[in-house]
């Protein structure tokens, strides 16, 4: 280690053993030192993080990934990857957690215990980008920039080990699979990865902003989404002799139409939902009225009580109009393929904390308040369990061609954003124990 870095190091232990030792009153900030030791150790973690070797090492990281996209469960060579890259750091994890996932921590291995998420599933996607690095696997590719998540949850990884022993508490690094099948998280909470755990953070790239600009919001950010499959069943028979039948296509069509009236008519205007019934099937001659229908869609809304209050008000709209004609009905709100996802609701308190540490990497002008976006996103299902924020790290950047939505075939992203987020998700887990020790009363007096 350098000459800069031991001394470094040194300042941040001195002023860990003075904030520690302060006894400050009930109604102060019990650290006076730690705005100090914020902004050094800001500087320092972008120091860390920009270091020609260790962008080089991110950078072929991302690309390796890249270039092998896997499908949710089937992770089996990027978790390789996530595990020989602790193992050469000396980090401590357990494998496999929900078939491929990875959890590591780094620090004391005691409260408080602060959690970053990384998600690591490609998608059934053929890439069409032209660049060196494209997918090696046919019908497969990370067209939702998951490898890149990895690669900056493992920079930060690297970077917080060598603070490990400045560390007040522990960090979790969760390397998620399956986030695209939405089963992901869902699965790794079952496997205890939010034990003792009281925060979490998450980060996704996004074309909307240009690279290096930080965007989310408090509160409702991404709309939680459910999907519907409602069987209906009648007697089939000859379409001409129809009074010796019970249509369930009659049913089916009254029940689409009717479906159209909750956003339309229920719903407040200005608060955004969505119903929308995206596949009937029903029927294979012009002339026999079938046994049965089926018909699928899709539900969105931002707050949690709008987004149950819809499949309460879909289920017993389906359920009506079946009545109303005789059938029967079957509806499946958890399909194995296409489950619940509840909207992503950033917590106040760490939405503040993550915004302040947003501005500390890449300035004020840098950070924007994201609209709400009918998106949605797994890492909601760990924001139900812990108090968390979800923030977008744009990677826009038109000279090189990253100009494509995510689930894009020509999906591409500017690499020069993946120290910003490794610098990001370390700052943010640092300073949050940091402050969290020293259970600051006043939020705006460590900054």
């Known amino acids: ?14 002023l860990m053993v003075f904030s520690m030792g302060h006894d400050g009153g009930e109604d102060e900030c019990l650290n006076p030192f730690l705005v100090d030791q914020n902004i050094f150790t800001k500087d320092y973690i972008k120091s860390l993080a920009n270091d020609t070797e260790t962008v080089k090492w991110m950078t ?11 499908l949710a469960y089937e992770e089996f060579m990027t978790s390789s990857l996530v595990r020989e890259e602790l193992d050469r750091m ?27 998420r990384a998600d690591m599933d490609a998608l059934p996607i053929q890439e069409l980008a032209k660049w060196e690095h494209k997918s090696k696997v046919d019908g497969k590719m990370h067209a939702c920039a998951h490898d890149a998540h990895t690669t900056m949850l493992l920079g930060a990884a690297k970077i917080l080990q060598q603070l490990q022993h400045n560390l007040q508490g522990t960090v979790v690094l969760i390397f998620q699979p399956a986030e695209e099948r939405g089963h992901g998280a869902k699965d790794m909470i ?59 296509i009659l049913a089916a069509s009254t029940s689409v139409i009717s479906l159209q009236s909750i956003v339309s008519r229920e719903a407040d205007p200005l608060e955004s939902q969505v ?23 899709t539900y969105r809304a931002f707050s949690k009580k709008s987004f149950y209050g819809l499949r309460k008000r879909i289920e017993e709209i389906i359920r009506a109009q079946a009545a109303v004609h005789r059938c029967t009905v079957e509806i499946d709100f958890d399909g194995r393929e296409n489950p619940t ?4 609701i950033n917590d106040a308190k760490i939405y503040e904390h993550a915004q302040r540490v947003s501005k500390m990497i890449v300035g004020e002008d840098n950070y924007k308040i994201a609209p709400s976006f009918m998106g949605s996103e797994d890492f909601a299902v760990f924001l139900e369990k812990v108090p968390g924020s979800f923030f977008f790290l744009g990677t826009k950047n038109e000279k090189i061609g990253a100009i494509y939505p995510p689930h894009n075939p020509n999906f591409f992203i500017d690499e020069d954003v993946l120290p910003i987020g490794a610098a990001i998700h370390a700052t943010f887990a640092y300073t949050y124990l940091l402050n969290s020790i020293n259970k600051c009363t006043n939020t705006h007096s460590s900054y």
């Not at 078939?99 to 620090?107: E, F, N, P, R």
Request: with cysteine.
């Open 1 to 14: 280690m350098g000459t800069k870095k031991v001394l470094i190091l040194l300042v941040l232990s001195m």
């Open 60 to 70: 072929k990281i991302r690309r390796q990934i890249h270039e092998n996209p896997e």
């Open 90 to 116: 000396g980090i401590k994890y357990r494998w496999p957690v929900a078939k491929t996932g990875v959890v590591a921590s780094i620090g004391s291995g005691k409260p408080p215990f602060v959690a970053l």
């Open 275 to 297: 119903v929308s019934v995206a596949m009937i099937q029903g029927g294979s001659s012009f002339n026999v009225i079938p046994d049965s229908a089926t018909i699928s869609g």
């Open 341 to 344: 996802l509840p909207p992503t």
């Open 190 to 248: 079952e496997e205890g990865v939010l034990e003792n755990v009281e925060a979490i953070f998450g980060m996704h790239l996004v074309h909307k902003y240009p690279s290096g600009v930080i965007a989310s919001r408090p509160g409702e950010f991404l709309a939680g989404c459910g999907s519907f499959k409602a069987t209906i069943r009648g007697k089939g028979g000859h379409a001409a002799i129809p009074q010796d039948t019970v249509d369930p």
